[in-house]
């Protein structure tokens, strides 16, 4: 349920205000800001989850125990419904007013870096500069030893090689359930909400984990929370401000407001 027009407005503009005042901003992301670019959430009551029930959460061991036959899958499209529905609705999608409008706020200096949960793109396609994206992204492969990434363009058609690094296995940059964030990028994720005194959080259900968790370190660290969602989150009572709404009408209107001050 949004939040009347009124208390939006105002909300808008006090949040305005809080990122002009800010030295250092980081942005967050989840599912919810790419929802208008026709990419559906896990979670909710029409998301992925709910339709198609939830997933197994060891596939990551699943795939190290017998990367052959997760290939081989792969290739001969048996991958389960979900995932396909996902892959489907990617491949067609893109950035959308949301996106845009960090794009054009991190122009103005305002947001030094945009952590996503998502593994669309989308924010890099827009133009974001200092994207962290936590749990991968659908563009590249990835080395489970030594974390080497490597651009491809689908369809895969064979098992990709060993890796020309390391020799380790190569799967999807995409975290799968059950793997760790890789190292490299859980150091960065860190290191960009470190001393910064406000997080804005957009469309992110904030229960995944760990990148829900970096939202209650910066809030321990002393930064401020703006979170722009449709419904309530369990980040919600941590906020100084809450904007509820589409992210696709909130951040057009955000980014007026900031440049009109």
């Known amino acids: 349920m949004t939040q009347n027009l009124d208390k939006i407005k105002s909300n808008i ?11 250092k901003i980081v942005l967050m992301t ?4 790419s929802v208008d670019s026709g990419i559906p959430t896990f979670q909710g009551t029409e998301g992925l989850w ?7 959460m060891n596939a990551f061991s699943e795939f190290i125990k017998d990367d052959d036959s997760w290939w081989n899958r792969e290739i001969n499209h048996q991958r389960s419904p979900y995932v396909m529905e996902l892959r489907k609705a990617i491949e067609k999608a893109k950035p959308n007013d949301a996106h845009f409008s960090i794009c054009d706020i991190q122009k103005l200096g305002k947001i030094d870096h945009v952590i996503t949960q998502n593994i669309d793109g989308l924010h890099i ?11 991968g992204n659908r563009n590249y492969l990835r080395c489970v030893g030594c974390e080497k990434r490597y651009k491809f363009l689908p369809p895969i058609i064979k098992k990709p090689p060993p890796c020309d690094h390391c020799g380790g296995i190569i799967k999807y940059d995409s975290v799968m ?5 890789p190292e490299l990028i859980l150091r960065d994720s860190k290191n960009a909400i470190k001393d910064c005194d406000l997080l804005i959080v957009v469309g992110s259900s904030s229960t995944v984990r760990p990148a829900a968790g970096l939202s209650w370190i910066a809030k321990s660290d002393g930064a401020k929370l703006i979170e722009i969602n449709i419904n309530d989150t369990k980040l919600s009572s941590e906020c100084e401000i809450i904007l509820k709404g589409s992210s696709t009408d909130i951040l057009p209107r955000l980014y007026e407001e900031i440049v009109n001050l």
Not at 13 to 23: D, H, M, N, V
Not at 30 to 33: C, L, V
Not at 50 to 56: I, Y
Not at 177 to 181: D, R
């Open 13 to 23: 503009i006090k949040s305005a205000e809080l990122i002009s005042e800010s030295k």
């Open 30 to 33: 989840g599912a919810g800001i």
């Open 50 to 56: 709910a339709r198609f029930g939830k997933p197994k």
């Open 125 to 135: 396609e827009s133009g974001c500069n200092n994207v962290i994206e936590i749990h």
């Open 177 to 181: 359930f059950g793997e760790p964030i």
